[in-house]
């Protein structure tokens, strides 16, 4: 038996225990000269899409896992412009790598970009590999970025399954795995090698992604809409609001802080350069001091902890004058603001920490939390 026949087996098998029913080779056939017909006409112009370069597939790829196509183009096209290759990336310092990030969020993404970028450069000559099996062994490459190269760098008939593509299938054949749990992805990837279309596989994972963000979307769905309406089990049966089947989400947990702005004499604001580990390794913040759920310390409290951890001692607001939440994937922030200023600051500050310019601020990294702050104390200014 051939490794290619073992593996249609195994996946008719999976098919099979999960009650999916594929469809002859004729129907699939029809659907995939349906589904690209479609994105022929209709597909997004996107500057990602110019050329089948693996690099910059791979870079729109994680720029584009957790935000919105309208958000990422000018990221892309800036940092495109300052890391023009793998080796841009590999050999650039990190501050400006961070830098050309930061608003997009979740920056472990650029983090382990330029750790597989570096892996490139030393194990594979420069040039990312064409085996999604080396592919996926890169820093930060999961299933779906592997899929998603092989497919539309190398032509390989490879499933780039990513919740639009879920969302699209589990309709098509009225799935009912919850498509919140990562073994799910699975029958998902079955599914699709089964009818991704051989000669055109990257222009078909696209045309999936543009029609689950464009007609087959999780809320305001018009099935009678869909190019691939007669194929839809669940529109066929009218069943297409029970799906995708998705669990809850946990929700995040609450964290509370106390936050500074600090100005010295000079205008200038004490800043914080976060741990190189953990969460916003590396970025910097305005002082930031945790507290226990909503209990909130007094005024000479809060300003005798900032003289033990910063060296300084302030003019501390009697009451906060703002309040900001961030929500990361598993905690949100509440951050009270105070606004302080500098009375008497020891000979060294912490190593950790500078005076800066708010003119100057454009010259560091900073974190969601951190542009919410300032935002808050701008806000608060003009209202004074």
Not at 139 to 148: L, V
């Amino acid at each position: 038996m051939t490794k290619k026949r073992e593996q249609q087996n195994e996946t008719r098998a999976l098919l099979d225990q999960h009650g999916i029913q594929m469809w002859s080779e004729e129907k699939i056939e029809r659907f995939r000269a349906t589904l690209l017909s479609w994105y022929d006409i209709e597909k997004r112009t996107l500057p990602w899409r110019i050329s089948n370069d693996p690099y910059r597939i791979w870079v729109s790829e994680i720029m584009l896992q957790q935000t919105r196509v309208d958000t990422v183009i000018p990221y892309y096209l800036n940092f495109m412009e300052q890391f023009p290759t793998i080796k841009d990336l590999s050999q650039a310092h990190e501050d400006k790598l961070l830098k050309a990030w930061e608003g997009l969020g979740y920056y472990s993404r650029v983090r382990n970009m330029q750790k597989a970028a570096k892996q490139i450069m030393t194990d594979y000559e420069g040039e990312m590999p064409r085996d999604p099996k080396e592919i996926i062994k890169l820093s930060g490459i999961g299933p779906y970025t592997a899929g998603a190269i092989a497919s539309m760098a190398f032509d390989l008939p490879e499933p780039a399954v990513d919740g639009n593509v879920m969302r699209v299938v589990s309709r098509l054949f009225e799935i009912e795995v919850d498509i919140a749990k990562p073994a799910s992805r699975k029958i998902f990837e079955a599914v699709m090698r089964e009818i991704i279309d051989p000669y055109k596989p990257g222009d078909f994972n696209q045309a999936f992604m543009d029609l689950g963000s464009s007609i087959c979307t999780p809320k305001n769905y018009h099935p009678e809409l869909s190019p691939i309406k007669e194929f839809n089990a669940s529109y066929i049966n009218e069943t297409w609001a029970n799906y995708p089947v998705k669990s809850k989400k946990k929700k995040a947990v609450p964290v509370y802080y106390d936050g500074f702005l600090i100005e010295n004499e000079h205008g200038e604001f004490l800043l914080e350069k976060r741990p190189k580990e953990g969460l916003l390794a590396n970025m910097w913040i305005f002082p930031l001091l945790e507290e226990q759920e909503k209990e909130r310390e007094n005024t000479i409290k809060l300003q005798k902890k900032l003289k033990e951890d910063y060296s300084i001692e302030i003019r501390l607001m009697e009451k906060s004058f703002s309040e900001v939440t961030h929500i990361f994937s598993h905690l949100k922030w509440t951050i009270a603001v105070y606004y302080g200023k500098l009375s008497c600051v020891e000979k060294v500050l912490p190593e950790k920490c500078q005076w800066v310019h708010p003119d100057n601020f454009n010259e560091y990294t900073f974190p969601g939390p951190q542009t919410k702050l300032w935002q808050s104390y701008l806000a608060y200014q003009n209202m004074q």
